[in-house]
């Protein structure tokens, strides 16, 4: 059998959650992001100061972009800490907090209810078709399946599901992106990048202050 060597790839879930199972990466990436989440703030402080005043500018331009997955990173370490470390509740919380801004702050500017919707409706629509294809043969039954699975007919139940689906993704939706508008807004996200910086420092420095425990516990798979 074929196997192919795709290197971190290939890593398990086990593993790479391993990899974030350490104080120092945890306070890495809650510096790297009070960074991108202050930037705006340590920009202006900067500014007269020409090395530090470009990078600040150079990081509040890609910042937005840049953020979106150090948010997903934030997450992921922010879930692993929730896991393996009871006692740092804070540290938890403020890196799903971060990450969850960052993240609004692109997913914020698309119209997510419809694009769920669309997915949504798309998948069932290709599912019904894929389910009913297999039954045109069939006597009697098999022309009305026929009939069915024209193009104008799935086009008919492809836009009744995504009515369906925009109404019952729109409200839920709309209530996380306005909370998503909230936190990732500028004086909300100076806030919490300013936390995540100061926390950060202490993860790394004194990491027993915020609960954590050292060695670090392995952490389990569900």
Known sequence: MLQLDLGVFDWTLGEIMALFANQWVVGATLIITGILAASWLLENITDPIPLLGTIFDIIVKIGTFVGFFVGILDVLVGYVVWQTQPGAIAVAGILILAGFALMMRVLSKFP???????????????????????????????????????????????????????????????????????????????????????????????????????????????
Do not use: H, N, R
Not at 129 to 147: D, M, N, R
Not at 156 to 167: C, E, K, S, T, W
Not at 170 to 190: C, D, E, M, Q
């Open 112 to 222: 997510l209810a419809f694009i769920f919707a669309a997915a949504a409706s798309l998948f069932v629509t290709f599912t019904i078709y894929g389910f009913l294809i297999q039954y045109v043969s069939l006597p009697v039954v098999g022309e009305y399946i026929v009939q069915i699975t024209s193009l104008k007919w799935m086009a008919v139940i492809g836009i009744i599901l995504f009515i369906f689906f925009y109404g019952l993704f729109g409200l839920a939706v709309g209530l996380i992106t306005l909370i998503g508008k909230i936190f990732s807004s500028t004086p909300i996200l100076v806030i919490i990048g300013l936390a995540a910086l100061a926390i950060g420092v202490i993860v790394m420095a004194a990491p027993g202050l915020l609960g954590i425990a050292i060695p670090w516990p392995a952490p389990t798979v569900p």
